[in-house]
């Protein structure tokens, strides 16, 4: 293969963008709010947007948390009851 001296110019069509969300998913809650709380002291409008979306995740996990809870709770419940 032979290779070129100096610089190339090249264009590049973008014809899909794909999205991946992965907001520090492998922390604890207390590191995710403070994560989130720095993010909202910048005067960065990106910096912001970003911990509104952690925010969104987070709520996310816990209402999956709370619903799983919840579950548990009523099948525990059901199955002390007389048959």
């Known amino acids: 293969m032979m290779q070129t001296r100096g610089i190339v110019a090249f264009e590049i069509e973008i014809t899909e963008i794909q999205v991946t969300e992965k907001s520090s998913h492998n922390r604890d ?18 910096s912001i947007a970003v911990a509104n979306e952690m925010k969104k995740c987070l709520l996310k996990i816990l209402l999956k948390i709370i619903i799983y809870n919840l ?11 007389p048959s």
Do not use: D, G
Request: glycine share 0%.
């Open 29 to 46: 809650e207390k590191n995710h709010q403070n994560i989130i709380s720095e993010l909202e002291k910048t005067k960065y409008f990106q």
């Open 71 to 81: 579950q548990f709770i009523i099948l525990s419940y059901l199955c002390t009851l």
